[in-house]
Antibody, heavy 119, light 110 residues
Framework: EVHLVESGGGLVQPGGSLRLSCAAS????????MSWVRQAPGKGLEWVAN????????FYVDSVKGRFTISRDNAENSLYLQMTSLRAEDTAVYYC????????????WGHGTLVTVSS | QSVLTQPPSMSAAPGQKVTISCSGS????????VSWYQHLPGTAPKLLIY???KRPSGIPDRFSGSKSGTSATLGITGLQTGDEADYYC???????????FGTGTKVTVL
C-alpha cells in the first residue's frame, strides 16, 4: 500500500526557513515524478514544484522560484522542500504527491503538513 | 493564480446528477491530459479521473470525465451525502511550464 507522510511543518517568522520532508513507501520511489502541492487557508489547491525521477529536472510555480528548492533522496525514498525567505502568503498545508506518469495527474497524496509564517 | 476556471459551487438532491465544468486554454487542457480530484477538508485529496476519462481502481462508475477542446467536465451521478466535497480539475500548462489546478467547485448535497 502506498504511503506518503509529510513532516517538518510549523510556525516560522517572515524571512525564515523551513525544510519539509516526505517519506514514501509502498511503491518504487525512483520510478516516479514527485511534487509538492499546497493549500492556503480558505483557498484552493496550488501546485508548488515537480521533480523528475533522477532529480535532473525541476519545475516551480513562479511565486516560489529562487526561494524554494525541491529535492529527493532515492536511496531513502524521501522527498524534500527547502523553503527560504518565507512570506505570510506561504502559509498553507503542504502536500506531497506522487505523479502517475510524466503526463498524467497525481494518484497518491499525503495528509499534509501545516506551515504558518507569522511574527 | 489558476488558469483553469470552475463554477464556485453546485448543489443537487441525493440521487441526482451534477456536472462540473473546467475551462482552460490551448496551453493547458488543449495540450494536456485532465485529471479530477476530490478534496475533503483535513484529508488527502483523492484522484477521481485521470487522462481525461479514466477512473483509478476503486473509484465508482458514478464518476465520469470528458474533454473537448479546451474544456473538460466531471459528472457525478447518483449523488450521495458522502460526495459533499471540493472538486478540482488539473492539467499541465506547457506555457509555464507547470501544473495548474482549477479554481475548485464546492458540491453540496441538499
Amino acid at each position: 500500500e502506498v504511503h506518503l507522510v509529510e513532516s517538518g511543518g510549523g510556525l516560522v517568522q517572515p524571512g525564515g526557513s523551513l525544510r519539509l520532508s516526505c517519506a514514501a513507501s509502498g511503491f518504487t520511489f525512483n520510478n516516479y515524478w514527485m511534487s509538492w502541492v499546497r493549500q492556503a487557508p480558505g483557498k484552493g489547491l496550488e501546485w508548488v514544484a515537480n521533480i523528475k525521477q533522477d532529480g535532473s529536472e525541476k519545475f516551480y510555480v513562479d511565486s516560489v522560484k529562487g526561494r524554494f528548492t525541491i529535492s529527493r533522496d532515492n536511496a531513502e525514498n524521501s522527498l524534500y522542500l527547502q523553503m527560504t525567505s518565507l512570506r505570510a502568503e506561504d502559509t498553507a498545508v503542504y502536500y506531497c504527491a506522487k505523479k502517475m506518469s510524466s503526463s498524467s495527474g497525481y494518484d497518491y497524496w499525503g495528509h499534509g503538513t501545516l506551515v504558518t509564517v507569522s511574527s | 493564480q489558476s488558469v483553469l476556471t470552475q463554477p464556485p459551487s453546485m448543489s443537487a438532491a441525493p440521487g441526482q446528477k451534477v456536472t462540473i465544468s473546467c475551462s482552460g486554454s490551448s496551453s493547458t487542457i488543449g495540450s494536456s491530459y485532465v485529471s479530477w480530484y476530490q478534496h475533503l477538508p483535513g484529508t488527502a485529496p483523492k484522484l477521481l479521473i485521470y487522462e481525461n476519462n479514466k477512473r483509478p481502481s476503486g473509484i465508482p462508475d458514478r464518476f465520469s470525465g470528458s474533454k473537448s477542446g479546451t474544456s473538460a467536465t466531471l459528472g457525478i451521478t447518483g449523488l450521495q451525502t458522502g460526495d459533499e466535497a471540493d472538486y478540482y480539475c488539473g492539467s499541465w500548462d506547457i506555457s509555464l511550464p507547470g501544473y495548474v489546478f482549477g479554481t475548485g467547485t464546492k458540491v453540496t448535497v441538499l
